[in-house]
């Protein structure tokens, strides 16, 4: 299965045995809308729910961080998702939360996962069939390992500072990056991690909110100025959109990748970490 699909091969597949299709919306906590809310009132036929707010160690102060193992294969045994399963992910999320949870199928060892290109948005728009309330799930065996080659903690970002071994690129928006507006979460600095880039992640979409391709995407990157050839590490607020830099540099066919998953919400938290701030 290719790690980015159209509605159109989707569309064809529903009903296949093995295939398992979820909504891994989400959404800023206090905000008017509710992930699950708007699950549970329309979805794609068959599709489960993925709460990334809860399936996310809740024993860390910083979001978003990754779970235990055991605690990712119990979540998906519940939603109906365990060995030989073909995943589909769709969100219709501003954050495109898809691409974390993809990410995090990765880390911890489904590694027939997929994205919807365009998400619900696109299904929707094309009059495709929705249903609501919550899907009849069975429960089956996911056996899980934790494949942390893609992960980066605080300690060896700090020493990449020095390194410089691994490019940093940051998806966060550029004001943000460049510390002239404030942070959103209480106590946190302004800035960013001395010499990484900066490249807001809305710029890997076109305008229908499907994902740019091929040429058309490695521009976006160079524009960056990243370079291709060398290794790179992902960041951002909380490590979620950090995940949309990150599947769209493997869209590219970038294996030397990783993700930083405490992003600015460790590292801008931290008084003791290097910050930088302005333009890269």
């Known amino acids: 299965m290719e790690q980015l699909v159209t509605t159109e091969w989707l569309a064809g597949e529903m009903g296949a045995s093995d295939l398992r299709i979820v909504d891994a919306t989400w959404l800023m906590p206090g905000g008017e809308r509710n992930a699950r809310r708007e699950y549970e009132a329309e979805h794609i036929p068959g599709a489960a ?3 990334l707010d809860e399936i996310a160690d ?13 605690k990712f294969a119990s979540r998906m045994q519940a939603i109906g998702i365990g060995d030989g399963s073909r995943i589909v992910i769709y ?17 911890f060892g489904a590694h027939s996962v997929a994205i919807l290109d365009g ?28 494949d942390d080659s893609t992960l980066r903690d605080k300690a060896a970002m700090l020493a990449n500072v020095e390194s410089r071994g691994e490019q940093v690129l940051d998806a966060r928006s550029a004001e943000r990056f ?7 979460r209480e106590g946190m600095a302004a800035g960013h991690i001395p010499n990484s880039r900066n490249l807001p992640y809305g710029e890997l979409f076109r305008p229908d909110c499907t994902w740019k391709q091929d040429d058309e995407l490695r521009s976006v990157f ?30 590219l066919g970038k ?26």
């Open 49 to 51: 729910f993925l709460d």
């Open 58 to 70: 809740s024993q860390s102060p910083h979001p978003n961080m990754l779970p235990k193992a055991e």
């Open 91 to 107: 969100d219709n999320s501003p954050f495109a939360s898809a691409a974390r949870a993809w990410w995090m199928f990765n880390i």
């Open 119 to 146: 998400g619900f948005a696109k299904w929707k728009a094309e009059g495709r069939e929705v249903e609501g309330g919550k899907a009849a799930l069975r429960h089956r065996h996911f056996t899980v390992w934790n």
């Open 178 to 184: 460049e510390g002239t507006t404030p942070e959103p």
């Open 222 to 251: 160079v524009k960056a100025g990243i370079d291709l050839e060398k290794p790179l590490v992902t960041t951002c607020g909380s490590g979620m959109t950090a995940a949309v830099l990150f599947f769209g540099l493997k869209l």
């Open 255 to 280: 294996d030397d990748l990783a993700l930083y998953d405490g992003s600015w919400s460790e590292w801008g938290i931290d008084p003791e970490t290097p910050k930088a701030e302005g333009k890269a």
